[in-house]
């Protein structure tokens, strides 16, 4: 028995050893490829011309002030609700006259709020939400003619609009009432959730974007690490079994493949860490419990090919980037077989991967830059909103007409803010 765990594992080993050979052979210097049909050409779409965003005006306690008393909320990776309002200000889509408008803005950063260690709260967001809604609803008739419905809101908390980082609590609370009809721009993304509804746009989670700049290497340099992941196994604090974190995702890599020489994978977070995902082939991207993990930014930056292992997860941009033919999509129960889906993937498919990894549009649209270039993820928020002109009639109500419920939800965010 166990002479042909030995053979296997030999044979398994071999075989990964000669897609990696070919990959990283061929991978670096490989011509770029442009994604054919609808995809590629959606990433290049300028929505200039196509859309126009009026921006509500604020008492600075929404936004500016708080950001003031915390400058850190500039780098977490929820930063897009202040970075996405930065660049609206000064966006050729921006109009100043709300008759003309297509989509109302409400500047309001309701997750930067955070703890000594940097993790946001959301636990004054709900009402910090309603009383900004609550302003532009009694300050401005736009509000009340559709109750939201050609309104977008920034909510990149963990669980977008149900303002809650643990999951348990966060699908209790729903979605916040308020928020019903509005467009939300989230980073969570997971099908048939109660904290994703229909119509939102996931985005990829803030990572700053010249940090990862200062870290390329020569485009030339081998890929000579077959499997890459850096991060938490477990969350040996809330949950030491490993059962929910990641839901037992994480955890299985590590016991599966911690003594495996394929896989480079380890808790600690070295210094070439960018410098290493350039190096490597694949980069696991297990995003079960934090769906807005920025390794798969840092993957496609990298042009690592990345191994999503979250069952249902909607990834950012959807509609507009081709995941299923950039990345490894592998089952959460499928784990325990890694080594073997991994390699059994024909080289001409891993190069095909890489090739289109490398095309700049892609890493474009995942990143927020400042300032801003096109075909960048503000960019991609903007051409999501213009695909969903025009608004359908029924979205504008009769005179008098009621359909949000001011005081349903939890009573305590009812309190003022
Ligand atoms: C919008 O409707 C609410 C009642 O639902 C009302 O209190 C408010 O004054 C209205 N806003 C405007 C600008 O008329
Ligand atoms: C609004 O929500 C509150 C609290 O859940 C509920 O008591 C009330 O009946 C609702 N009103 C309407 C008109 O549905």
Not at 8 to 29: D, H, Q, W
Not at 64 to 88: G, P, S, T, V
Not at 228 to 245: I, S
């Amino acid at each position: 028995m166990e002479i042909w765990k030995w053979v296997l594992f030999g044979i398994l080993f071999l075989s990964a050893f000669v897609v990696k050979i070919e990959a990283f052979k061929l991978g670096r210097s490989q011509p770029t490829e442009r994604i054919s049909g609808s995809a590629g050409d959606v990433l290049e779409d300028d929505p200039v011309g196509r859309l126009k965003v009026f921006v509500y005006e604020l008492p600075s306690k929404y936004n500016k002030k708080i950001l003031q008393k915390d400058q850190r909320c500039l780098n977490h990776m929820f930063a897009a609700e202040i970075y996405m309002h930065r660049f609206l200000l000064s966006s050729p889509v921006r109009t100043l006259n709300p008759e003309e408008a297509d989509w109302f803005y409400t500047p309001v950063y309701t997750t930067c709020d955070l703890t000594p260690n940097g993790l946001p709260l959301p636990f004054k967001s709900p009402r910090m939400m309603r009383s900004a809604i609550q302003l532009i609803s009694s300050n401005w008739p736009y509000w009340n003619r559709t109750e939201g419905a050609d309104h977008f809101f920034l909510v990149p908390h963990d669980f977008g609009a149900c303002f809650h980082y643990q999951e348990e609590k966060a699908i209790e609370r729903g979605i916040l009432p308020l928020l019903q009809r509005a467009t939300l721009v989230q980073t969570f993304g997971q099908r048939n959730h109660v904290c994703l509804k229909e119509g939102s746009i996931t985005i990829p989670p803030y990572a700053p974007p010249q940090k990862m700049q200062t870290h390329l290497i020569p485009e030339k340099t081998p890929r000579s690490i077959f499997v890459y992941f850096r991060g938490l196994f477990y969350d040996v604090g809330n949950d030491p079994e490993g059962g929910y974190y990641a839901r037992g995702a994480r955890a299985a890599v590590w016991e599966n493949f911690k003594d495996n020489p394929l896989f480079d994978i380890s808790t600690e977070h070295p210094t070439t860490y960018y410098e290493d995902m350039q190096r490597a082939v694949f980069c696991l991207c297990p995003l079960g419990w934090a769906p807005w993990s920025p390794r798969l930014v840092e993957a496609v930056i990298f042009g690592c090919i990345p191994v999503i292992i979250a069952d249902d997860i909607v990834l950012p941009f959807a509609d507009a980037i081709p995941w299923e033919e950039i990345g490894v999509f592998v089952d959460e129960k499928d784990v325990p077989n890694l080594d073997t889906i991994l390699t059994s993937i024909p080289p001409e498919v891993i190069l095909r991967k890489q090739r289109l990894l490398a095309n700049p549009s892609m890493k474009q649209a995942m990143l927020f830059p400042q300032p801003a270039q096109p075909g960048d993820a503000f960019h991609q928020v903007l051409n999501g909103l213009a695909r969903k002109l025009p608004h359908d009639k029924s979205v504008y109500l009769k005179p008098g007409e009621r359909v949000l419920n001011w005081t349903a939800g939890p009573v305590g965010d009812l309190k003022p803010w």
